[in-house]
């Protein structure tokens, strides 16, 4: 039995490529902790985007609206990104005999990419005087419709390889005093400055779009 571990953060890195040596394997996982090469602090500063958009329905709707489409615009383009990396990884066992698998861990994977931003707004701020979605709104609900047809192409890909796909939702499993959260915690945004900190009972529907996924 032969295993490779694999990171998508800011580039696609094979960190141990396929190997029977379950020491090797073990090792580099150890190692994983503090490998700032090995990481991405996009889903540690969820929370982060959350207080932003809090920030701006001080302001106003629209500005809040309007902050709210650029970030589901940028999770949905994450989620191309990372899936697009996904089905390369994916080719690579195409000619490994059976039986083969893969686990998938994901921080913020969402079939509904952004839809959870409209969570902070009511309906009737979505929408215009004739009941028509205002064209932010409108935009994250189109996004996110179609953020499951990805997905669903990667799965079915790995069907066809003969492959099993366990996705593996992988918040919480980061420890205290790791230099992740150090640098990018929520109460402070990474630097040390105060911020509005987002309850996360306000916006409970990011963590269930992200479990169901």
Same mark, same amino acid.
């Given at each position: 039995?032969?295993?490779?571990?694999?990171?998508?953060?800011?580039?696609?890195?094979?960190?141990?490529?396929?190997?029977?040596?379950?020491?090797?394997?073990?090792?580099?996982?150890?190692?994983?902790?503090?490998?700032?090469?090995?990481?991405?602090?996009?889903?540690?500063?969820?929370?982060?985007?959350?207080?932003?958009?809090? *920030?701006? +329905? #001080?302001?106003? !709707?629209?500005? /809040?609206?309007? &902050?709210?489409? @650029? =970030?589901?615009?940028? %999770?949905?383009?994450?989620?191309?990104?990372?899936?697009?990396?996904?089905?390369?990884?994916?080719?690579?066992?195409?000619?490994?005999?059976?039986?083969?698998?893969?686990?998938?861990?994901?921080?913020?994977?969402?079939?509904?990419?952004?839809?959870?931003?409209?969570?902070?707004?009511?309906?009737?701020?979505?929408?215009?005087?004739?009941?028509?979605?205002?064209?932010?709104?409108?935009?994250?609900?189109?996004?996110?419709?179609?953020?499951? *047809?990805? +997905? #669903?192409?990667? !799965?079915?890909? /790995?069907?066809? &390889?003969?492959? @099993? =796909?366990?996705?593996? %939702?992988?918040?919480?499993?980061?420890?205290?005093?790791?230099?992740?959260?150090?640098?990018?915690?929520?109460?402070?945004?990474?630097?040390?400055?105060?911020?509005?900190?987002?309850?996360?009972?306000?916006?409970?529907?990011?963590?269930?779009?992200?479990?169901?996924?």
């Amino acid at each position: 039995q032969r295993a490779m571990i694999i990171v998508s953060a800011t580039d696609l890195k094979t960190v141990v490529p396929l190997t029977d040596n379950v020491a090797r394997l073990e090792a580099a996982l150890a190692k994983l902790v503090s490998d700032q090469s090995t990481f991405d602090t996009y889903a540690s500063l969820e929370e982060n985007r959350m207080s932003d958009i809090i *920030l701006e +329905l #001080d302001r106003g !709707i629209e500005l /809040a609206l309007a &902050l709210a489409s @650029r =970030f589901a615009a940028d %999770e949905r383009w994450r989620q191309e990104r990372d899936l697009r990396r996904l089905s390369m990884v994916l080719g690579r066992l195409s000619d490994l005999d059976s039986p083969k698998s893969v686990l998938y861990f994901a921080d913020t994977m969402r079939q509904n990419a952004g839809e959870h931003y409209l969570a902070f707004f009511s309906g009737v701020d979505t929408v215009d005087a004739n009941g028509r979605p205002v064209s932010d709104s409108a935009q994250i609900q189109a996004d996110a419709a179609m953020g499951a *047809l990805p +997905l #669903d192409k990667v !799965i079915n890909e /790995a069907s066809g &390889l003969g492959i @099993r =796909f366990y996705t593996i %939702e992988g918040q919480g499993m980061t420890v205290s005093g790791t230099f992740i959260q150090s640098r990018t915690s929520a109460n402070s945004g990474g630097g040390g400055q105060a911020r509005k900190v987002a309850s996360p009972a306000l916006n409970s529907q990011r963590t269930r779009d992200a479990q169901t996924t």
